[in-house]
């Protein structure tokens, strides 16, 4: 076997290790549909969602039945009040990224001492940049497309706006206190109340169980072990979400872990020795701190964790922290096809498919800088469009960041 054709037979087997990867990296990928994009469509899809008025008082003003006086009057027919429908339009559009790898030499990896592991840290580095990918989309997705972003600004009670910001600077003040189990009891009442469908299962009592994802300081204040699980029956029994969590529920909550949540500092000014985010203004995502930062390696360059992503009071810029709690149908995540290839007798080349999935690419040139196709990458292209199903029953909740 010649090294190009180890290279295009290889990828079928590093598809494998990226399913995996994804799935363990991306919490939330268990409650985010998944489906193509209907290019039937148009460029930018409108989403109709049929409502419909619902009484706004109290039946306490109806009429006594009498006979009628066969003259018409109300009592052999009652005036009717007209429940009028409607619907929300929201629109929603396919964006795209692409990543690869450095060139690879086809001649330098036959005389390279140690060619095959030279290849497989290109495809192991390429393989979890995706996957970081997956799990920040969504993380940035999961406020973007919830409709109610809640604030812990009182010891006890959950404040919370309703808006499509991307952001936090729509709320009307800053969190003051840590996120706790009163905050989580007036919310899960409300969401029993509002979005029953948004639960991923029941206890053996009958108590509808809704996922929480945060980070772990936070989920061990909430979840300590004197608290009592509770067995979740779940709706969808391929559901992985017991899993990535602690694997049942306490007080009608599942908690599920997410390592790297959304944490707010003032990354923007942190050179001009900010006293850090002190106005809900600044809640933008400049002041997303990253968890990872790039260096120089003794060759080429390295990744690393971010000192700035833990809290203050530990040497970091961390002052707020999200919280996610996100049921299914929510929103899903539609991604391009690949087909149509042809137009007539015209045919492109395209990616495999717009998921991340990689291919081996080394086309030759006609005088140029592959005439030999002894030189190729491994690529993988992006084309995702977020679907808003019921954003009105996802929640984002900005908190005191816990280490």
């Not at 996922?211 to 969808?236: C, H, M, W």
């Not at 006293?275 to 933008?284: I, K, R």
Request: net charge negative.
């Amino acid at each position: 076997m010649n090294v190009n054709t180890y290279f295009q037979e290889r990828v079928n087997q590093f598809h494998k290790n990226i399913y995996g990867k994804v799935l363990r990296a991306n919490p939330y990928q268990a409650v985010i549909p998944m489906s193509a994009f209907d290019l039937s469509e148009g460029r930018t899809p409108v989403v109709r969602t049929m409502t419909h008025e619902l009484p706004t008082g109290y039946p306490t003003a109806l009429t006594k039945v009498q006979v009628s006086t066969g003259t018409g009057d109300p009592y052999c027919a009652p005036t009717a009040t007209v429940i009028k429908r409607g619907e929300v339009q929201r629109s929603f559009d396919l964006y795209q990224t692409a990543f690869r790898t450095d060139t690879v030499c086809v001649s330098d990896l036959k005389r390279a001492e140690m060619a095959a592991s030279a290849v497989k840290a290109q495809e192991r580095g390429l393989t979890e940049h995706t996957t970081v990918f997956w799990g920040d989309y969504a993380r940035v997705k999961n406020v973007e497309m919830v409709d109610n972003k809640a604030y812990t600004n009182h010891a006890t009670d959950l404040n919370s706006v309703v808006n499509q910001d991307a952001d936090f600077t729509g709320i009307t003040a800053l969190p003051t206190s840590a996120l706790g189990w009163s905050h989580m009891r007036q919310l899960y009442w409300q969401l029993a109340r509002e979005s029953p469908e948004s639960a991923i299962g029941t206890t053996s009592d009958g108590k509808l169980v809704f996922p929480i994802f945060a980070g772990p300081g936070i989920l061990n204040s909430l979840f300590t072990d004197t608290e009592v699980k509770q067995e979740v029956r779940y709706f969808d029994p391929k559901s992985n979400l017991a899993v990535l969590g602690y694997g049942g529920s306490v007080n009608g909550f599942m908690p599920v872990i997410d390592l790297y949540a959304l944490r707010f500092g003032d990354v923007a000014n942190v050179d001009t020795q900010s006293d850090g985010v002190d106005a809900v203004s600044e809640l933008t995502v400049a002041n997303l701190i990253y968890p990872t930062v790039n260096s120089n390696a003794t060759v080429g360059r390295k990744h690393g964790f971010n000192p700035q992503f833990k809290t203050v009071s530990r040497g970091g810029l961390a002052q707020y922290e999200v919280v996610t709690v996100l049921g299914p149908q929510v929103y899903e995540n539609k991604f391009e096809s690949v087909s149509p290839g042809s137009f007539s007798k015209a045919e492109f080349n395209q990616p495999k498919n717009y998921i991340g999935e990689f291919q081996w690419i080394n086309n030759k040139t006609f005088e140029g800088d592959n005439d030999l196709g002894n030189k190729g990458y491994y690529r993988s292209d992006i084309r995702v469009a977020s679907k808003p199903i019921y954003p009105e029953n996802g929640w984002s909740i900005l908190t005191l960041a816990v280490d």
